[in-house]
C-alpha cells in the first residue's frame, strides 16, 4: 500500500540573512503573520492521520498554530552543526573559509565537529522509511533544512542536490510511495 507524507516548512523565525546554524529561535512576528495567512490554504493538512514536527520551537508553534498538535520526532531535528551552532553562514566564512568550502564539497566532512551532510541526509530518510505503509497520510513540519534532506533523500539525488533545493517557509512537498521507492508530487497551488 502506498504511503503519502506531506512535508511542510516551518515559518521563520528571523530574516534570510539572519539565519542561524542549528537554531532555537521561536517564530518571529514576521512568521506568525505568515502562519496566520496561509492557514486557510493548509487546511487540508488538518486530515492527515499522523503529524509529526522537527523538536525545534519554530516548528512546533506552525503546527499548533495551523491546528495540527504534532508529535514531536528527534529524528526530524536540524543537522547538528557542531561548534557552529547559532552561527550565520557569513560569520564562520569570515573565520574558517577553507572549512566552510570543505564542508560545501564534500557531503561526508564535518569540519565544524557535528554531523556530516550524508549522515543527516540518512538520518531523516531512516525516519521517512520507517513511517507506516498502510495508507495512512502524513504530515510533517519541519526546519527548511530538514525538508532539503528528506527530498535529496526520496528522489535517489546526489548529496550536492541539497544545496540546489530552495524550501521557503510554510511550501509543502509530498512524497508518497514506499521505503526505498519514493515520488515527489507537487500541488497546485503551495503557498511559497
Not at 520551537?57 to 514531536?72: E, F, I, V
Request: net charge positive; proline share 9%.
Amino acid at each position: 500500500m502506498q504511503l503519502s507524507v506531506t512535508l511542510l516548512a516551518a515559518a521563520r523565525s528571523s530574516a534570510l540573512l539572519a539565519e542561524r546554524f542549528d537554531d532555537d529561535r521561536p517564530l518571529d512576528e514576521a512568521g506568525w503573520y505568515e502562519v496566520r495567512r496561509a492557514a486557510p490554504g493548509l487546511a487540508a493538512l488538518g486530515a492527515a492521520e499522523l503529524r509529526y514536527c522537527s523538536p525545534t520551537p519554530r516548528s512546533r508553534a506552525t503546527g499548533d498554530a495551523l491546528g495540527l498538535a504534532p508529535l514531536a520526532q528527534p529524528a526530524l531535528r536540524e543537522c547538528d552543526m557542531g561548534r557552529w551552532r547559532g552561527r550565520t553562514l557569513a560569520e564562520v566564512t569570515a573565520v574558517e573559509p577553507a572549512a566552510v568550502d570543505r564542508w560545501l564539497a564534500d557531503p561526508r566532512s564535518a569540519p565544524h565537529g557535528g554531523e556530516p551532510l550524508l549522515a543527516f541526509i540518512a538520518r531523516v530518510g531512516a525516519w521517512l522509511d520507517t513511517r507506516p505503509a498502510d495508507g495512512t497520510r502524513i504530515v510533517a513540519v519541519a526546519e527548511p533544512s530538514v525538508v532539503r534532506a528528506a527530498l535529496v533523500y526520496a528522489l535517489k539525488a546526489p548529496p550536492s542536490t541539497y544545496w540546489n533545493i530552495d524550501v521557503r517557509p510554510l511550501s509543502a512537498a509530498t512524497v508518497s510511495g514506499h521505503p526505498g521507492r519514493w515520488s515527489l508530487r507537487l500541488a497546485a497551488g503551495s503557498p511559497s
